[in-house]
């Protein structure tokens, strides 16, 4: 279903031009897909809350930091999580309201804290230095922000190591298993009674399940003890973080968020029963499958016997892709230069981006239907952390990004979600209105 809304709307573009001769890479995203996966979010919450309990969804801005997107999905009663006074801006540019916002990020400055309390948005403070400074901020007044504390539980990582949040080592948050550190979080809320959130996010990509609900065993275990020692339900609101992995090997959702739902409330028994309000921050998840890079094949050629296909994507929007091929391979499908399915043969070839390095490649030595000039690939998977990603390197512009949906004559309308970067913007950002 998803593949042939897909299928529908990469002929769509090439009828429509999106993919013309001065665009030959865009980015679509599914506008029924986004809306389809913010329900099933909602719903499988839904299925293992006690009735009355309060759940915030904050889709993690950094995935897919597109205003449309956060306002479609603030539609669907989606918040935000943001981590930078760009990404608070991103989420107040979309209307996404300031009790459905989380600021998270380890390096807040002490404008930024201004600025989230005197909006009321919420906060998890990173480390002591950051409470300090909150607590200073706070002084004896009562916060209208909800704060909180963002805690390690060193549950350990998965198979990305720059990914993983949780190991002993990871740089987020009180790491809880370190000397001291258990007990200075105990503390720091018995002397707070402002404070009323515990926040951890064990992630992200690769993370096998088991061990992310192990993450957020620990930290519900360390609110039940501080709610205990406090003799009171000072912990009110638990902020489980996101970190869903996403199948990039195959079209289907797996794990879904029923699953997910389902296995927390197996290995939390309590998380769900209503004591708690929860917070999550889903990114990848929500996104990542309802988007695609279009790009044409400029050149063929040969190289060492191998063919190669020259497209415009490369670095600029799949970096992490480029960067570490093993961690990030990208699932390709081949049209024809009418954007029609492209049938075999297959050949394995490289496919490759257009910045000046050899190892700019989409995808090396792939089995592909071979392709020819004005042929259009395409990336899949790509709507989270890709057009979030991108690499300016070679001055190769932003491509524009459109939304797509049924336009109720049976077929395809596209939505601008953000133009191309234009050469006079590559030109000012590079410094142009500047002496030497
Ligand atoms: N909450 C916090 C505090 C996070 O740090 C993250 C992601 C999320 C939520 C969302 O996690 P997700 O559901 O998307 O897994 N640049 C990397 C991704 C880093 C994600 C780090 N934090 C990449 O290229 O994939």
Redesign the pocket.
């Given at each position: 279903e998803r593949a042939a809304r897909r299928d529908a709307a990469v002929r769509a573009a090439v009828e429509q031009g999106l993919l013309g001769p001065g665009s030959p890479l865009v980015g679509l995203l599914d506008v029924t897909g986004i809306r389809q996966a913010a329900a099933r979010l909602r719903q499988a919450f839904a299925d293992v809350t006690a009735p009355g309990t309060p759940v915030l969804h904050a889709f993690?801005v950094?995935?897919t930091p597109l205003v449309p997107v956060l306002r479609l999905l603030a539609e669907e009663g989606i918040g935000a999580?943001v981590?930078s006074p760009g990404e608070l801006a991103l989420a107040r540019a979309a209307g996404v309201p300031a009790e459905a916002t989380v600021l998270?990020s380890p390096a807040k400055t002490t404008a930024e804290l201004r600025e989230a309390l005197a909006l009321g948005i919420a906060v998890n403070a990173d480390n002591p230095q950051e409470l300090a400074r909150l607590d200073a901020l706070v002084g004896s007044s009562v916060p209208r922000s909800p704060l909180g504390i963002r805690v390690n539980p060193q549950v350990g990582g998965g198979s990305i190591e720059a990914?993983s949040?949780a190991t002993a080592t990871s740089k987020?948050g009180v790491a809880l298993r370190d000397e001291g550190a258990r007990e200075w979080v105990v503390k720091a809320f018995l002397d707070r009674p402002w404070l009323t959130r515990l926040h951890a996010?064990t992630?992200?990509?690769g993370i096998p399940l088991p061990r992310l609900a192990q993450g957020i065993a620990e930290t519900y275990r360390l609110a039940e003890e501080i709610n205990e020692r406090a003799g009171r339900r000072q912990i009110d609101t638990l902020d489980i973080?996101?970190?869903?992995p996403v199948n990039f090997a195959g079209e289907e959702t797996v794990p879904t968020y029923a699953a997910y739902a389902r296995l927390l409330a197996e290995t939390v028994p309590g998380l769900f029963d209503g004591r708690y309000g929860l917070v999550t921050?889903?990114?990848?998840?929500l996104l990542a499958k309802q988007g695609t890079l279009l790009t044409r094949v400029e050149y063929t050629k040969t190289a060492g016997g191998r063919p190669v296909a020259v497209t415009h994507a490369g670095v600029q929007v799949a970096t992490?892709t480029v960067y570490a091929p093993q961690s990030w391979p990208l699932r390709l499908a081949a049209y024809d230069a009418e954007g029609r399915p492209k049938p075999g043969p297959e050949a394995v070839q490289d496919i490759a981006g257009p910045a000046c390095f050899a190892g700019d490649l989409l995808a090396e030595a792939r089995s592909l239907a071979l392709l020819e000039p004005g042929d259009v690939v395409a990336a899949l998977d790509t709507g989270?952390?890709y057009f979030a990603?991108h690499y300016a390197y070679n001055s190769l512009p932003r491509p524009a990004v459109y939304g797509y949906l049924p336009d109720g004559r049976g077929g395809i309308a596209f939505a601008t979600v953000r133009e191309a970067q234009t050469v006079e913007e590559i030109v000012t950002e590079a410094g142009a209105a500047h002496a030497t």
């Open positions: 993690a950094k995935a999580e981590a998270d990914l949040t987020f996010h992630g992200s990509q973080g996101g970190g869903l921050e889903f990114g990848r998840s992490r989270a952390y990603h």
